[in-house]
């Protein structure tokens, strides 16, 4: 029994090095400026200078939006597959695209987006004329919500794929139609799919760089953008770590918002 | 007439191809306790849920009070359901819960406390109004169930087996609290369950189902007492059922000898079957009984002992009897006329009472 | 029935908007020209130019030696470290192991790569193929020590009672009842390791410094310049192995399990618990 210890130590090495190492050394980077002397200014300058904090605004804007609206798509679709007859097989199809490098499909939106792309060509067709549309606000909105779509829908589906007919049937039992049976049964009882999807895509949406750099060219900055350009680009790597120890705060509060509230269990009688 | 709550008439029902429910007619009266009794894949849970509306009939007419109710959403029907895994709302409390029914019917909300505190009282559940679903016993939530349906005063309550998830002791405390229930509130329960001991102790009328077809219906005694056929007979109550001959009026003939029964209607040696219940046979010294058989095994079951024996025909004979015997014994079974019950092979329940009427 | 009609017609539009850039990029792979917009002729050109194209092919060889590596030393290292989370005696390490396995799990990529980069620059070591493998690894561990993990709970506590009460030694127990029982859930961990590297973007991209590239790190850097028909060659190639990914993955019944949908998978069971 005394081997126990030893097949520990490579696990162990890991969290120390990997983990708790990193972890306090962006937050320990945060303390410092370019110049490599211990500072508070990064924080003061993130509070007190209006760009870090319009971009945090922005950043959390644009999630909320893109969040918002990928639940608006995935909600029905995930009601109207769960009627389908064989479901698994189609929620499989929704899955399918997850497989696809992230960055293969980012890529074919360059394509389809371009100044002769096949959308501007669709709008010259219907008669709407041709439109900017790469680097713009919308496109980043759009693409960053298709990449999103099936990580709302997955959660959605199992949680009313897990729905007991009988709730529904109780429901109608008691007199509720249709709607207030949605209102009063159905969607109470999906949401937590609907935070599980919430969580899956906001803090990726406040992170994701490399569609606000392929598709909203510049116009764009989200967190992750400002981040990747501290690091990579202009070398300061105590202000990156700031904004980096902002986001982790922004995914703790993420997490605790769209924890559940009920207390489930409860007392043992 | 007006008294039927609820009347089939030639209902089919089928899924896909399978048929679950032939030609069933029925009325439910109002103010009874009914069950619907059979084993499971019958077709008595269809019924309940073409009743509630959950399921469309494929043909035949269901009537509400007179009215025709098909496609009738459920929504919009006089009838409530304490289903069989409960169906509470895991969101919301027992209050909140049992109020469902009633704030969709955009009751008051003082009128709404009274109407839950009241059911909740009724249910023996009083001052449990803020409790959470998940911290309730089985026994709790089944009650919280009961209250949630009776709450909205449906003029019929169905009940999907509700208590088929509870312990022994447990259900047979519900099962008087329900029958007592139905008498206080004077609404028309039915019930549908595969027990038969619970079917018998709390009806005032059963139906026995089997392969979607209503066999028998009656009161508890008469199911018992007149089993129309082998099926009834064996899957009310234990039962010895031995093939034999219709002598003549009130002269049945089976183990080779001729009895005295009361039953008649049949033609001149008609092939029927016999049935004698185990608890009707008492143990009398050898040769001082009507058959004489051999003891093969003896169960001690508590209130009594559980016999099995054999006659010199080989029939097999179950004997439920408070006093012991031996195993390899021989004893004499005694038993009056008034225990034998004749049944005929293939008699519907209409030529059965038929023949009721022509010597009772 | 027109809310029948109204429902598929919904249906069908998220399948098409789903699918249709994908089928885009492989429809333009074969075009005899240079652009995404203007298909003027069948050829194999741009995929003649890819298998052709040196540079790309030792890119892809990286890749695929980076997952197989990572992914096999953090299936080692995982189970090694379910074994120790199981054994673990008392309730708070149990539980202050797993909390620390997940923290990878929950952050966000940006948050890895930019801390990794951080942690290679304190420590002085080069960027390149090392930090990149050290990094892969480093992320891959903690989905082995989930997929591991629940196998090891699943095993009948009897079961190793039963091997010791026979005589077996702790190493004979470990290496010939639990080992072999836990067998399915340290492929499922091998095989997850390796999608979730194949498919890492993010974190390469910080800590693969000048000399050494992944195909996603290509990928993005040739998708920065403009559209490039290679690029959907590539993408072909890469969707038929994503399909037979997924084919594999779904008759081993767990297809709905790379990184992101992992992610999804634990912020549901956090909420649900």
Redesign the interface.
């Known amino acids: 029994m005394h081997k126990k210890a030893t097949y520990l130590i490579p696990y162990l090495l890991w969290i120390g090095l990997f983990v708790i190492a990193p972890m306090a050394l962006i937050v320990y980077q945060s303390f410092f400026n370019i110049t490599g002397h211990f500072t508070l200014g990064n924080y003061e300058q993130y509070l007190t200078n209006g760009v870090y904090l319009k971009m945090t605004f922005n950043s959390i804007l644009y999630a909320l939006i893109i969040t918002l609206s990928t639940l608006l798509i995935s909600y029905p679709t995930a009601l109207l597959l769960n009627r389908l007859k064989n479901k698994q097989l189609w929620l499989l199809l929704i899955i399918l695209p997850t497989w696809i490098n992230l960055l293969l499909k980012t890529y074919a939106f360059i394509g389809l987006f371009s100044q002769n792309g096949s959308v501007n060509d669709f709008l010259r067709f219907v008669g709407l004329g041709s439109h900017q549309i790469l680097f713009t606000d919308a496109s980043f909105i759009f693409v960053a919500a298709y990449i999103e779509i099936p990580f709302m829908i997955l959660p959605i589906f199992n949680s009313l794929a897990e729905l007991k007919p009988s709730m529904i049937n109780a429901s109608r039992d008691l007199g509720a139609n249709s709607w207030q049976t949605f209102r009063r049964v159905i969607l109470p009882l999906t949401m937590p799919g609907v935070k599980a999807g919430f969580q899956a895509i906001f803090i990726p949406s406040l992170s994701l760089f490399m569609i606000t750099r392929l598709i909203g060219g510049n116009r764009v900055i989200t967190l992750g953008t400002a981040i990747e350009e501290h690091f990579l680009v202009t070398q300061n790597w105590g202000m990156g770590s700031t904004i980096g120890v902002i986001l982790i705060l922004a995914m703790f509060v993420v997490m605790y918002l769209t924890r559940d509230r009920k207390v489930k269990g409860g007392r043992i009688r | 007439m007006a008294d039927n709550v609820i009347e089939f008439k030639k209902v089919n029902k089928s899924f896909d191809e399978t048929r679950v429910l032939n030609e069933i007619d029925f009325e439910i009266e109002a103010g009874k306790f009914y069950t619907l009794l059979g084993p499971s894949g019958c077709g008595k849970t269809t019924i309940l849920r073409l009743i509630a509306g959950f399921a469309d009939v494929t043909s035949g007419d269901i009537l509400f009070e007179g009215q025709r109710v098909n496609g009738l959403p459920a929504n919009e029907r006089q009838v409530n359901t304490v289903f069989q895994d409960y169906a509470l709302f895991p969101h919301l409390n027992v209050f909140e819960n049992v109020a469902f029914g009633l704030e969709i019917r955009k009751l008051k909300k003082n009128e709404i406390k009274i109407k839950v505190d009241e059911a909740l009282k009724l249910v023996h559940l009083s001052g449990y109004g803020r409790r959470e679903i998940a911290e309730l016993s089985g026994g709790q939530q089944q009650r919280v169930a009961i209250a949630r349906a009776i709450v909205n005063e449906p003029k019929v309550l169905l009940l999907d087996e509700p208590l088929s998830a509870l312990d022994h002791k447990l259900r047979k405390e519900m099962q008087g609290e329900l029958r007592d229930l139905q008498r206080r509130l004077g609404i028309t329960f039915i019930f549908v369950t595969h027990d038969q001991e619970e079917a018998l102790a709390m009806s005032d009328q059963i139906f026995v189902m089997n392969a979607g077809k209503i066999l028998q219906s009656g009161s508890p005694v008469d199911i018992y007492d007149e089993p129309i056929n082998h099926f009834v007979a064996d899957f009310i109550g234990e039962s010895n059922i031995i093939p034999g001959k219709m002598r003549q009026d009130y002269i049945v003939n089976f183990d080779g000898q001729d009895f005295e029964c009361v039953d008649a209607g049949m033609k001149p040696n008609e092939p029927v079957e016999v049935v004698i219940r185990p608890e009707d046979l008492d143990i009398a010294p050898i040769d001082t009984g009507q058959v004489n058989v051999t003891v093969d095994t003896q169960l001690f079951r508590g209130v009594d002992y559980q016999i099995t024996a054999h006659d010199a025909m080989n029939n097999e004979w179950k004997i439920n009897s408070i006093h012991p015997t031996k195993i390899g014994q021989t004893v004499a079974l005694a038993f009056d006329p008034e225990d034998i019950h004749i049944m005929r092979y293939g008699e519907t329940e209409d030529d059965f009472d038929a023949r009721l009427e022509t010597y009772d | 029935m027109k809310k029948w009609r109204i429902?598929?017609l919904?249906?069908a539009l998220?399948?098409i908007?789903?699918?249709?850039?994908?089928f885009?990029?492989i429809f333009?792979s074969f075009n005899v020209g240079d652009?995404?917009?203007?298909f003027s002729g069948f050829s194999w050109r741009h995929y003649a130019t890819l298998l052709s194209d040196s540079r790309m092919i030792s890119i892809v060889l990286n890749t695929l030696i980076i997952a197989l590596l990572s992914s096999l030393i953090a299936t080692?290292?995982?189970t090694?470290?379910a074994?120790?989370i199981y054994?673990a005696k008392k309730a708070t390490v149990k539980n202050g192991?797993l909390s620390?396995?997940n923290?990878?799990m929950?952050?966000?990529?940006?948050?890895?790569g930019?801390?990794?980069?951080?942690?290679f620059t304190?420590l002085g070591f080069s960027l390149g193929f090392g930090s990149v493998l050290?990094s892969h690894?480093?992320f891959s561990?903690p989905i082995v020590v989930l997929m591991v993990l629940p196998k090891i709970n699943e095993l009948p506590k009897t079961m190793v009672d039963a091997a010791y009460d026979l005589g077996a030694s702790?190493?004979q127990t470990?290496t010939k009842v639990i080992l072999p029982a836990i067998t399915p859930g340290i492929f499922a961990g091998y095989f997850m390791a390796f999608t979730y590297s194949l498919?890492d973007?993010?974190v390469t991209?910080?800590v693969t410094g000048n000399g050494f590239s992944t195909?996603?790190v290509e990928?993005?850097s040739r998708?920065?310049q403009?559209?490039d028909l290679e690029?959907n060659a590539?993408?072909t190639l890469?969707?038929i192995v994503?399909?037979l990914?997924?084919v594999g993955y779904?008759l081993l019944g767990r297809?709905?399990q790379?990184r992101?949908?992992q992610?999804?998978k634990a912020?549901?069971a956090?909420?649900?618990?």
Do not use: C
């Not at chain 3, 908007?17 to 994908?22: M, N, Q, T």
């Open positions: 429902s598929n919904y249906l998220v399948f908007v789903l699918y249709l850039p994908i885009y990029l333009y652009t995404m917009d203007h080692i290292v995982g090694m470290g074994l120790g054994s192991l620390l396995n923290v990878l929950v952050s966000p990529d940006v948050i890895i930019a801390s990794f980069l951080i942690f304190f050290l690894i480093a561990i702790s190493w470990l498919d973007f993010a991209f910080f195909l996603s990928i993005y998708a920065r403009g559209v690029v590539l993408s890469m969707f994503s399909l990914l997924v779904y297809y709905n790379n992101r949908l992610r999804v912020a549901e956090k909420i649900n618990q």
